[in-house]
């Protein structure tokens, strides 16, 4: 996460603080509670946490106490001083403490790994480090603790639900409230927020958890980004395909999606005596609809795209919001081509991404993702796909960071992050070349040669999924979305009744021209500007007698301060350079 300032540097690095702070809340919360167990305690980008099964659920209450008995701590404890110890050793002291989660972590230490611990003084913890020389290089720093959350062990269903308390560390009270007024701006952007008072998405657990209603306001949203991503598909060679929601078990058996992914798909349905699914990808129909039929390698590429909505059985403990969700839709699509054509598909899509990221002011960092230990496919098949993702890549000069190993067991990918307003990084578009389904379906075009031949499979997403696209762009404009989108960008104020004809013509034509407005005459205007302002309206329209007289308007935009006084011609021409430039500027 790039954050607005840049910190400043103390006795240790900050990942060394904040693992320290971390190792005095442990100790502040066995204090406060004997009986507790520990688990996992790092520093984390920003901050650090501390993961505890305790004997009841902690409140806002405790975070305060906590806090003090960690300034009460740092009045007696010393040194941080790293010790070692056989497994054996260590075995015996755990189990002695009663800490059953630290004799797991200790089975997971390798084999001749050197066994460590840090004692402060008041309390020593199974701990790699790094620490810093001394609790009182802590005194001067600032830390908070932030919140508490649950958190299951290991990040397993199936294991106890911890109690996990966040907390963040600064060198200096400066950083900290900079990074504390921080936090509260991301509270402030957060989606869940904005979606309540705004109306724009409501979750109904009679529904079932995860599945998102798009309320009208953010339903006029998703249209208007579904009818550009249509235009911009179909301008590219790609033709729109739609499959069913459900499918025989046998077809994500055949693709190994069943095998593979089996706790992220929903429980079998009995139809006509046979178990169905509903899908979790949309792979498996475009590959049926692309073997229909006979290909000739003049057919190819043949290019499939299809807002198809999926389910995945997300655990109930990640939901959250619109950006974790157990039914959605992805704007996926996949490309059927000959290896000769792969560089050139891939670069089409890289334009694609570029276009859709910078329309919305984003930037992002491109991975990527090599071959893992468990892979499908020959050597030289995964180095005529790595060496076209990287070609591609180069001829669209766009760096490509490295993750050893990261690429899915069927092919290599390209995966991007993307920076939002705030700095935060976000998992965004990904390019994958697939081996497997092409093998799986055994999908085949007659070459030049009238040989067949196995064509390659590109999937990509460049939304990933609307949910969390759009949850996404809430935070990213703080719900004032772009002009393009925006699903009330005008509000027309008369300044009196004798202004009310004029302006409910105004609010008319203005709607015909494809602008949602709404007519605001109850209240004093002052009111009717600050619920505008509240309703997230961009663009307020005041008509006064002198306005109506000669043709003009008093234009307030959102984000400006100065009024402008423009004529209805000129602020109409306004308006549609904005939306046809699909300008992020009001």
């Not at 790094?130 to 508490?148: Q, S």
Request: aromatic content about 10%; charged content about 25%; overall charge negative.
């Amino acid at each position: 996460m790039t954050l607005p300032f840049a910190p400043q540097n103390g006795p240790a690095s900050l990942e060394a603080l904040r693992h320290s702070v971390s190792h005095i809340m442990a100790d502040a919360v066995l204090r406060l509670f004997p009986e507790g167990k520990v688990a996992i305690g790092p520093s984390i980008e920003n901050g650090f946490y501390y993961d505890f099964d305790l004997p009841r659920p902690l409140t806002e209450e405790d975070l305060p106490l906590i806090e003090e008995k960690m300034k009460e701590i740092l009045t007696e404890a010393g040194e941080f001083v790293r010790t070692t110890s056989t497994r054996e050793e260590a075995l015996t002291r755990l189990e002695a403490a009663g800490q059953p989660y630290k004799v797991e972590l200790l089975a997971d230490i390798p084999e001749g790994e050197e066994i460590s611990w840090y004692d402060h003084g008041t309390w020593a913890d199974l701990c790699e480090g790094p620490h810093v020389e001394k609790a009182t290089d802590i005194r001067g720093a600032a830390f908070t603790l932030t919140h508490a959350a649950g958190a299951y062990w290991r990040g397993d269903a199936s294991r106890p639900m911890l109690q996990r308390i966040y907390g963040t560390a600064w060198w200096n009270r400066k950083d900290q409230k900079k990074y504390l007024a921080y936090l509260e701006e991301v509270k402030l952007r957060d989606h869940r927020r904005i979606g309540r008072e705004q109306d724009l998405f409501s979750l109904h657990s009679d529904f079932g958890a995860g599945l998102v209603f798009w309320h009208p306001k953010l339903g006029h949203v998703r249209r208007k980004l579904e009818q550009w991503w249509w235009d911009l598909h179909e301008a590219r060679g790609y033709w729109p395909v739609y499959t069913p929601h459900v499918a025989g078990e046998p077809v994500f058996r055949q693709s190994g999606h069943l095998q593979n992914y089996a706790d992220m798909i929903w429980a079998p349905m009995d139809v006509d005596g046979r178990p169905h699914r509903v899908k979790p990808m949309n792979c498996p129909g475009h590959l049926a609809i692309f073997n229909s039929r006979r290909h000739s390698y003049r057919d190819l590429p043949r290019r499939f795209a299809e807002l198809g909505t999926v389910y995945r059985y997300e655990p109930s403990g990640t939901l959250h919001g619109m950006l974790r969700v157990r039914g959605f839709t992805q704007d996926d699509a996949h490309i059927f081509c000959t290896p000769a054509q792969l560089e050139d598909e891939l670069m089409g899509v890289l334009s694609l991404v570029d276009t859709i990221l910078t329309t919305f002011g984003y930037t992002y960092t491109a991975y990527l993702a090599t071959r893992p230990e468990k892979s499908l496919g020959t050597d030289e098949i995964w180095q005529h796909a790595i060496d076209s993702l990287v070609a591609a890549a180069g001829k669209r000069d766009l760096p490509l960071e490295d993750d050893p190993g990261g690429g899915v067991f069927y092919g290599p990918k390209i995966d991007f992050k993307l920076r939002d307003a705030l700095g935060r990084e976000w998992q965004g578009p990904t390019v994958q070349v697939d081996f497997n389904l092409p093998e799986r379906f055994d999908i085949q075009y007659n070459d030049a040669d009238n040989e067949l031949k196995r064509p390659v499979m590109v999937h990509r997403a460049i939304f990933g999924s609307l949910e969390r696209f759009v949850g996404g762009l809430i935070e990213h404009f703080a719900g004032w979305f772009p002009l393009w989108v925006c699903p009330m960008p005008c509000a027309v104020l008369p300044i009196t009744d004798a202004e009310e004809e004029a302006a409910a013509d105004l609010t008319r034509r203005l709607h015909e021209a494809g602008y949602r407005t709404v007519l605001k005459t109850d209240g004093p205007l002052r009111k009717r500007v600050r619920d505008s302002e509240m309703e997230k309206i961009p663009y307020m329209i005041v008509l006064g007698g002198r306005e109506v007289e000669e043709g003009n308007i008093n234009l307030r935009i959102h984000g400006v301060k100065e009024q402008k006084t423009m004529s209805e011609a000129e602020f109409f021409a306004y308006l549609a350079e904005k939306r046809d430039s699909k300008s992020i500027e009001y």
